[in-house]
């Protein structure tokens, strides 16, 4: 008997990690924003440890040092940005698009330099984890583009 709890546990988590669970398009690009502008808070509050609940296991930042693989790495590689009273640069989401399957979705816009000037365009791949939480897998910055 336990064994078929387990069973039915498991698939009821499966049916509740889907892809979309039900929501529209617009409510997922509303989880991402959410997330995103979540994400860059943690900066602006010095709270690595926020920044970190943000990233996926694997997650590969792209950066002037190269590639960084992993949360570890990642974490470790955004250390110094949490240093000081003040966060060296902000960004804020522009665009959000999530895929039909909402299981992937790409947020990009401005990354600005403490006076407000902007100084480069953030570009992030999030993913609907398992427990529904959207997690950056992929992040890379590029000089001041068109993102849209």
Not at 30 to 44: G, M
Not at 84 to 96: I, L
Not at 100 to 124: C, H, M, R, W, Y
Request: glycine share 10%.
């Amino acid at each position: 008997m336990k064994s078929v709890w387990i069973l039915v546990s498991c698939l009821a988590a499966a049916v509740l990690a889907g892809p979309a669970r039900g929501e529209t398009r617009e409510q997922l690009t509303q989880q991402v924003r959410a997330a995103e502008t979540a994400f860059a808070k943690s900066l602006a509050d010095r709270k690595l440890d926020a920044f970190e609940s943000h990233l996926a296991e694997e997650a590969l930042f792209f950066g002037r040092e190269g590639v960084l693989r992993g949360k570890a790495a990642v974490v470790g590689g955004w250390k110094g940005f949490f240093a000081g009273e003040k966060a060296p640069f902000s960004w804020t989401p522009e665009t959000v698009e999530v895929l039909e399957s909402g299981t992937l979705a790409l947020s990009s816009g401005p990354v600005l330099d403490p006076a407000g000037k902007q100084i480069g365009t953030f570009n992030s791949i999030w993913r609907r984890e398992a427990d529904g939480r959207w997690r950056v897998v992929f992040d890379k910055g590029c000089p001041v583009c068109n993102s849209k």
